[in-house]
């Protein structure tokens, strides 16, 4: 006894068995953000008044650098998967959803790298 359609066996079609790692690294990554995202929107706030000289100092700031390294890394990660998500769910034709996934992630991982250069540039000079 099977409780795959006729259509599904008749097909192949089946579970591709990535879905559940995918929505478990989205929703890890969702709950590192949270404490992450809190503590960026806090020191940015405290930031606010001061000059280009007080960012410099914060961003060159050995703890604060790696935790917004850390930020980055993770916060590109989820977007990654959120982005892929949305695109594999409402984009139909298959050509367009393979040249959106990798467009998306080509782009993502460019931006990403850039930003964490950024801060290393920064922290290590």
Known sequence: MS?????????????AKSGVHHFWVQRLTALAL???TLWFVFSVARLAGGDYESTYLWVHYPPFAVTLVL???????HAVLG??????DYVSHEGWKLSM???VKFGLAILGAICVFAVLKVALT
Do not use: D, K
């Open 34 to 36: 949270i404490p992450l």
């Open 83 to 88: 982005v892929q998500t949305v695109i594999e």
């Open 101 to 103: 996934l990798v467009a």
């Open 71 to 77: 930020f980055l890394i993770i916060a590109f990660w």
């Open 3 to 15: 409780l795959r359609s006729p259509l599904s066996r008749a097909r192949g079609l089946g579970s």
